[in-house]
């Protein structure tokens, strides 16, 4: 398949900022609510309880306080009558108001970091699969920023959970063609108000370990006073063969109904170890993996598949663990937290590949070298066939 090389030793991710809601959803409290919700579905409740147990998530947030109530007030848990859950217009409406605030805060905290005016930025690339409404968040963050009027807004929408890592990929792209251009990426997830009133094994296990978030990075140029870059290499996508229907998000009465195979983490196992072998085809190695942690087997399927180290999936881990999967913007969860420890160890280069999958099975992949100190390069594009 075709594949197109960004060799560009000048383009980084220059500041990354993250962002939680407000409530924090502790697992075993959950699992417990739950267990009371599904008293009369004692085969569901069985199975509930043992995947939130096993899903390797201790906490996560939620914009939503109505899932810190007890079962019989919690509008999503399953009821008698499905009609008392929240409809999709409502929970559209929740996902407007709390949406851009939470947006706003992560994008701030990226600028803060990196060091960059909002008068700088060229591009506002925009990231949800949780929530729509127009005018959309890329119009009011750009007024909310300060951006200028004329900043070229890209929103991906309902791309699932590799559009954080596909809009870094993007924007690399852009300022390859642009020396001069700063992009700032803005995903926001809000997981929780798609949680299903229902009993089914599909929807409890949606349940189970999905959680609320947003992240933000500056793509651009290196400068000399960015410490700590991620410094961006070639990227690479790929649709895995026969997966089409292991990932399904559709648009239901109630909120967006998620489909999510379990062969997902085998599929990946086995095909993943071939693509990653033809992107990194010139011999690059990684010692930094950035996995989305889209749950506790595909980390455990890629640390048998490349015999990683505890280390080297601990990052994964940890964000799973403490945060659930955010969707889309959880891939800037796992680089921040590899770059702080990377920081906290005064380490030295060190060579990098971050990867998230979603519906498709698309696998977004791309290559980074962590740079403790950064060092303005000229821009070189290459391009290459596979």
């Given at each position: 398949?075709?594949?197109?090389?960004?060799?560009?030793?000048?383009?980084?991710?220059?500041?990354?900022?993250?962002?939680?809601?407000?409530?924090?959803?502790?697992?075993?409290d959950v699992s417990q609510r739950l267990s009371d919700a599904l008293k009369d579905y004692s085969d569901s409740r069985r199975w509930a309880k043992r995947i939130f147990k096993q899903c390797a998530v201790e906490t996560r947030y939620t914009c939503e306080p109505n899932l810190l109530e007890d079962a019989a007030n919690c509008r999503y848990f399953p009821h008698n009558y499905v009609s008392e859950a929240p409809s999709t217009a409502q929970r559209m409406q929740l996902y407007k108001r709390e949406a851009v605030p939470l947006g706003l805060k992560a994008a701030q905290a990226a600028l803060q970091d990196g060091g960059i005016a909002p008068s700088e930025i060229t591009h506002l690339i925009t990231v949800s699969c949780t929530g729509q409404?127009?005018?959309?968040?890329?119009?009011?963050?750009?007024?909310?920023?300060?951006?200028?009027?004329?900043?070229?807004?890209?929103?991906?929408?309902?791309?699932?959970?590799?559009a954080g890592l596909k809009a870094i990929c993007l924007a690399n792209q852009l300022v390859c063609g642009d020396s001069s251009a700063h992009v700032l990426i803005v995903s926001v997830e809000l997981c929780t108000l798609h949680i299903q009133p229902s009993s089914q094994r599909e929807a409890l296990y949606a349940a189970s370990f999905?959680?609320?978030?947003?992240s933000s990075c500056v793509v651009g140029p290196q400068r000399a006073a960015h410490r700590g870059c991620f410094q961006l290499g070639p990227d690479y996508t790929v649709l895995l063969p026969g997966s089409l229907e292991e990932m399904v998000w559709e648009i239901g009465a109630h909120g967006f109904d998620l489909y999510l195979s379990t062969a997902i983490p085998k599929l990946i196992g086995q095909f993943i170890p071939e693509e990653v072998s033809r992107f990194l085809k010139d011999g690059f190695k990684p010692s930094l993996w950035a996995i989305h942690p889209g749950g506790r087997g595909i980390i455990d399927a890629l640390k048998d598949a490349f015999a990683l180290t505890e280390e080297q999936t601990r990052p994964s881990r940890a964000i799973l663990r403490d945060?659930?999967?955010?969707?889309?913007?959880?891939?800037?969860f796992v680089l921040e937290e590899i770059r702080q420890a990377l920081?906290?160890?005064?380490?030295?280069?060190?060579?990098?590949?971050?990867?998230?999958?979603?519906?498709?099975l698309t696998v977004e992949m791309v290559r980074f070298t962590y740079l403790p100190s950064a060092i303005p390069n000229p821009l070189q594009v290459e391009t290459a066939g596979v």
């Open positions: 398949m075709p594949m197109m090389e960004h060799t560009a030793p000048g383009i980084a991710i220059l500041g990354i900022g993250t962002a939680v809601p407000d409530y924090k959803m502790e697992q075993n409404f127009l005018p959309g968040m890329d119009a009011l963050l750009t007024r909310k920023l300060g951006l200028s009027p004329t900043v070229n807004r890209i929103p991906l929408q309902f791309l699932g959970c590799a999905f959680g609320d978030g947003a945060y659930g999967n955010m969707s889309s913007a959880t891939i800037l920081r906290e160890g005064e380490a030295d280069d060190e060579n990098g590949i971050a990867m998230a999958f979603g519906p498709g």
